[in-house]
């Protein structure tokens, strides 16, 4: 995988190479939603069914955004032709369903007479694809184009970690309970596909569909119970899930320097 990294690199510092010697540049920085597709959007949580919990391809990944930047670089001897770079940052929460399993943990600990609080952080993904590819744009009006594009390269992706703290009080008794879960790092190919429309070069709208590949879900939990602020039950392990494959919907808005 450090072989794959080191050579979409070189190749993007090729690329930027020859722009600046015999090319014309746009560079563009856009904003847009995400709609997880398929298992990474699905969840169990009344069987706590999630990749992040359990052995699961299901990843109970919700709506997301997106950030990120477009280097296109014009290939002279092709007309509408380009020859593209980009690097993203999305952000997934949690959908409807884990949060609703979020909820019903909160209200269960609240029937016991002696909690003070109970706090939840529930993982979110995250994913930084980095890609090279090839764009077209076709021009339809004065200052109306159309385009389309695909890339290829890499995606880094993880998850937040899972944090639960339970704090109870009994008199002059004090106790925690505590459950945490973080995960691994994981870099996997990555491909996207993409159309869209551009204004007066210097708005544009796009839909992109991204396949990030497959992710294993490695990582490390632990539950500690502490009483009076002494550790009374710790118990640490670690934890091999299945893999999960992230795609998604984007729809974006750009803006071209």
Same mark, same amino acid.
Do not use: C
């Given at each position: 995988?450090?072989?794959?990294?080191?050579?979409?690199?070189?190749?993007?510092?090729?690329?930027?190479?020859?722009?600046?010697?015999?090319?014309?540049?746009?560079?563009?920085?856009?904003?847009?939603?995400?709609?997880?597709?398929?298992?990474?959007?699905?969840?169990?949580?009344?069987?706590?069914?999630?990749?992040?919990?359990?052995?699961?391809? #299901?990843? %109970?990944?919700?709506?997301?955004?997106?950030?990120?930047?477009?280097? #296109?670089?014009?290939? $002279?001897?092709?007309?509408? =032709?380009?020859?593209?770079?980009?690097?993203?940052?999305?952000?997934?929460?949690?959908?409807?369903?884990? /949060?609703?399993?979020?909820?019903?943990?909160?209200?269960?600990?609240?029937?016991?007479?002696? =909690?003070?609080?109970?706090?939840?952080?529930? $993982?979110?993904?995250?994913?930084? $694809?980095? !890609?090279? %590819?090839?764009?077209?744009?076709?021009?339809?009006?004065?200052?109306?184009?159309?385009?389309?594009?695909? %890339?290829?390269?890499?995606?880094?992706?993880?998850?937040?970690?899972?944090?639960?703290?339970?704090?109870?009080?009994?008199? %002059?008794?004090?106790?925690?309970? /505590?459950?945490?879960?973080?995960?691994?790092?994981?870099?996997?190919?990555?491909?996207?596909?993409?159309?869209?429309?551009?204004?007066?070069? /210097?708005?544009?709208?796009?839909?992109?569909?991204?396949?990030?590949?497959?992710? /294993?879900?490695?990582?490390?939990?632990?539950?500690?119970?502490?009483?009076?602020?002494?550790?009374?039950?710790?118990?640490?392990?670690?934890?091999?899930?299945?893999?999960?494959?992230?795609? !998604?919907?984007?729809? #974006?808005?750009?803006?071209?320097?």
């Amino acid at each position: 995988m450090k072989r794959q990294i080191k050579k979409i690199a070189l190749l993007i510092i090729a690329i930027l190479g020859v722009n600046y010697v015999n090319a014309q540049t746009d560079f563009s920085l856009h904003l847009g939603m995400l709609f997880p597709q398929g298992n990474f959007a699905e969840s169990r949580m009344d069987n706590q069914n999630v990749a992040w919990l359990t052995k699961s391809n #299901r990843a %109970g990944a919700g709506l997301g955004f997106d950030a990120g930047m477009k280097f #296109r670089f014009n290939v $002279p001897s092709v007309k509408g =032709l380009g020859i593209i770079a980009t690097a993203d940052f999305f952000l997934n929460m949690p959908n409807d369903d884990v /949060k609703s399993w979020k909820e019903d943990i909160v209200d269960s600990y609240y029937e016991y007479s002696d =909690l003070d609080e109970i706090t939840i952080s529930l $993982p979110h993904y995250i994913n930084i $694809p980095i !890609m090279v %590819g090839a764009n077209y744009e076709y021009a339809i009006k004065n200052n109306i184009k159309v385009w389309a594009e695909a %890339g290829l390269g890499l995606n880094i992706g993880t998850l937040t970690d899972f944090k639960m703290l339970a704090e109870f009080s009994d008199g %002059g008794d004090y106790l925690e309970e /505590k459950l945490e879960g973080s995960y691994q790092v994981n870099t996997s190919m990555a491909f996207q596909v993409g159309a869209g429309i551009m204004f007066n070069s /210097k708005y544009s709208f796009g839909v992109h569909y991204y396949e990030l590949g497959s992710q /294993k879900i490695k990582g490390k939990q632990f539950e500690d119970e502490i009483y009076n602020g002494e550790s009374i039950n710790y118990d640490e392990w670690r934890f091999t899930g299945k893999s999960i494959v992230p795609g !998604m919907l984007t729809i #974006r808005l750009g803006y071209h320097f």
